[in-house]
Each structure stands twice: as C-alpha cells, then as structure tokens.
C-alpha cells in the first residue's frame, strides 16, 4: 500500500482570490501548498485592462506574507468593450495568461460579460492569433433551461458554434460537471482542455439536497448527479492531458453563504490535496496525481511544470483541517467532504 507520494508541486488553473481581507485571508491557503494560480477576474468591479490586472497583481504580491512564494497568473475578464489590442500587449509583455468569458448572469459578478458573441468576435479572433486561451464558464443562462442542463445546452449552442466560428482559438472549458463535458473535450477536434474542480469529484446533488439545504455545497456550475461525479473522477484519473485541476476555490463569507439567498463557491484551498489524494486513492490511480494538479495543466498553458516537489504521507488517524478561517471580522467555511481525510501535505 503507498503511504507516501512525491509529487512536483501543483498548480491551480481557476481560482477565485477576491481582494481586501479576503485576498489577505485566502491566498496563503492557496499559497501554502501551490506554486501558482490562474486568477479570476470577476472582481466588483472586473479585472477589464492591462491596467486593471497588473494592479491587481501587485495587490496579490503584496497580500503575499514574508516568506511564501506564489506567482499569481493574471486573466482579463472578456467584455463586449474588451479592446483586442490591449489584449494583445497584455499578452506579449507576460502579464496575462489567459481571458475569461462569462456569459452575462451566469454566476457571481458577471454581470458585464458577454450577451452577444458577435461583439467580442475581434477579441477572439486576435487571440487565435496569438495563441492565448479562452477560459470558459460553460453555461447557457436561458431562463427556460433547467439549471441541471445548462452546461450540456452550452455544449451544442454556444461552445461549439463559437469553436467553428474561430478557428485555431485555444479554449479551456472551466469546471466541467457534466458526462457530457467530459466527452465533448475529450473527443473534440482541435484545441480544448477541460478543468475539474476538487469538489466536483467528491460531491453530486444528494450531497446539496438530502437531509436539508446544505449551502457550503452550492456552487456554479450546480453539482450533478452521481453518474456525472464518476464521468468526472474517471477522466480525471485518466492520466488524459486534456483534463487538469481547477478549484474554483470560490470563498465567501458564511454571513453570505448561509442565506435565503446564499451565494454560489466552496472554499477548497485549505484542503485540496488532501481531498485529490483521497479521491486518487479510491479510484486505484494515486500515480495519476501528479500528471492532474502539476504536470496537464503547465503543459497546456506553454509553461514548465514546477521544479520543487510536494510530499503526501498517509497518516493512520484522519488529518484534521479548520472549520472555518478568519477574514477580517468574518468566517469562511473550508469545504468538508463529509468523511475523513487521511493523506496530509508534508
Ligand atoms: O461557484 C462559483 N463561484 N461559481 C462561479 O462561477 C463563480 C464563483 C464565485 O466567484 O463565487
Ligand atoms: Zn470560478
């Protein structure tokens, strides 16, 4: 039986870091255990320009605490205004990684992005020029849409069209939640990857639903049924260099969360390795590991994977996380997959 694993360190390739307080309470969570992160622009108000993310950036490196080093990687959230030409510098001096497309009211602070596809084609087209990914929240917002359908309507009608509409775009198809998902980046032509959340391999919406509303388990896209989590586990496990780790780390405070109207992200930074070992584990592919969180995703992205390592060491009593961290004079819950964990970080 393997009880310790060594891995190169991972990386996170969608996470959500806020700002103020709680940029200062999250990021050594990320930072503890992860090299560097694709960063989410859905800030109020959004990271839109060059400027907006390199000023972002310095906040980050300044939330940073002595000591610990991390290397955030910057997106610019895609607008209908969104200037292609400062796209492009954006890229070429390194700041940016990679845009990000939310279709208007799709989730948290989305509420520029984009309605109508034919107005950021400009955007798109330079950026299959240059070769700079287009990360993708994949969900129709249609009212008439079941919300449990809404990934797999995106698939046919928006993604798709959009992908043959601009050839040669590298596309990042974010949080896939649905078997659906999987296949469609898995047998595609052309230029697609897909990023799995830690959460979405451990729960499917009994985890929300049974036994009482369970709010630190609402996140977007919702969580599927149980047939999807296995698609899910399976292609992540697969050792495939399509599939590679996104958190989705989506904090907020528990005021927020635990709320008639209670706001949509669970808080997996603080325990995501321990949480992926567990899952490996269990599906017989602990070798798979490091080609998910550390080798897939810098391969994708033209960048060399981390240098220094990681180690996993299974304990024999369950490893034990806060509940909760502090954020200014707020809490943040750490999601709680509901067993024990037993792989710990060293
Ligand atoms: O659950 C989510 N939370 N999904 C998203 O798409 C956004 C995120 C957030 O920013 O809170
Ligand atoms: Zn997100």
Redesign the pocket.
């Known amino acids: 039986m393997t009880t310790k694993l060594t891995i190169r360190r991972p990386d996170d390739w969608h996470l ?1 870091l806020r700002d103020g307080a709680m940029l200062a309470a999250v990021l050594p969570e990320t930072a503890r255990h992860f090299a560097r992160a694709i960063i ?1 622009p ?1 800030l109020v108000p959004p990271v839109v320009t060059s400027g907006d993310a390199a000023a972002y950036r310095d906040r980050i490196m300044a939330a940073l605490p002595e000591g610990m080093s991390f290397e955030p990687l910057m997106t610019l959230y895609l607008t209908e205004d969104t200037d292609p030409a400062d796209v492009a510098a954006a890229h070429a001096s390194g700041l940016v990684k990679a845009v990000k497309l939310y279709p208007a009211g799709v ?3 989305s509420a520029s992005g984009v309605t109508n596809f034919d107005k950021v084609r400009p955007v798109l087209e330079k950026m299959a020029e240059i070769g700079l990914p287009l990360c993708i ?1 994949g969900e129709v917002t249609t009212d008439h849409v079941d919300i449990f359908d809404r990934e797999k309507v995106f698939l046919e009608t928006v993604l798709d069209p959009l992908r043959r509409a601009t050839p040669g775009l590298k596309v990042t198809l974010e949080h896939v939640t649905t078997a659906q998902g999987i296949d469609y980046v898995r047998e595609s032509e052309g230029d697609i990857a897909g990023t799995i959340t830690t959460h979405h391999l451990m729960i499917n919406r009994n985890h929300i639903l049974v036994g009482g509303i369970k709010p630190h388990y609402y ?2 896209p919702v969580a599927k049924r149980r047939e999807h989590m296995e698609a899910l586990r399976k292609a992540a496990t697969s050792g495939n260099s399509r599939f590679f780790l996104g958190t ?1 780390s ?1 904090p ?1 405070t528990d005021a927020l969360k635990e709320n008639a109207c209670g ?4 808080f997996t930074a603080t325990n995501t390795m321990s949480c992926l070992a567990h899952v490996f584990e269990e599906e017989g592919a602990l070798d798979k590991l490091e080609a998910f969180a550390s080798l897939n995703g810098p391969a994708r992205y033209g960048l060399p994977a981390n240098k220094n390592t990681i180690s996993l060491v299974k304990e024999e009593i369950p490893v034990t996380y806060p509940e909760k961290i502090a954020a200014g004079d707020e809490t943040v819950t750490v999601f709680d997959p509901g067993h024990p964990l037993y792989w710990r970080v060293t």
């Open positions: 959500h989410m859905n989730t948290t602070n929240h996140c977007l989705d989506a907020h706001c949509a992200g669970c």
